[in-house]
């Protein structure tokens, strides 16, 4: 129902009774959350040239991406790290531009430009210093 294919199961009989309001906020919820990568999808990046993606795979794209790169930068070898780093700076460069683009107001800014602070520090705090020599 929500146009990105995902099912919304229904409640069982007894949770239904308990909290009426439940499958109802989960539908909006994810309603909600199709109807604001439909508004992303319309200012890609690289729409000038030309690829504007269908806003499903793009919500399906963006999620894989930042769960992907995210596990390899809490947990993969530290080159992993570094190149799931870039990417996630990259996502979050994309998500301030989408919101800047659609005129949201600047306080929807601030999740992404947070990550990509904390993201910038860790690329440039996150090495060692590097051993110095004994004898100068």
Do not use: D
């Amino acid at each position: 129902m929500s146009g990105l294919g995902w099912r919304v199961e229904p409640l069982g009989v007894q949770e239904q009774e308990e909290n009426e309001q439940v499958g109802v906020l989960e539908f909006r919820v994810e309603h909600f959350k199709a109807s604001e990568f439909v508004r992303f999808a319309k200012v890609f990046p690289l729409k000038e040239l030309g690829f504007v993606p269908e806003p499903g795979g793009y919500l399906a794209a963006v999620g894989w991406v930042e769960v992907t790169a995210g596990l390899l930068l809490a947990l993969g070898p530290q080159l992993l790290q570094e190149i799931s780093n870039f990417v996630l700076s990259v996502v979050m460069i994309g998500a301030i531009y989408t919101l800047l683009a659609l005129r949201e107001p600047l306080a929807m800014c601030a999740p992404a430009t947070l990550c990509l602070g904390l993201l910038l520090l860790l690329n440039i705090r996150g090495y060692p210093a590097a051993p110095r020599p004994k004898f100068e």
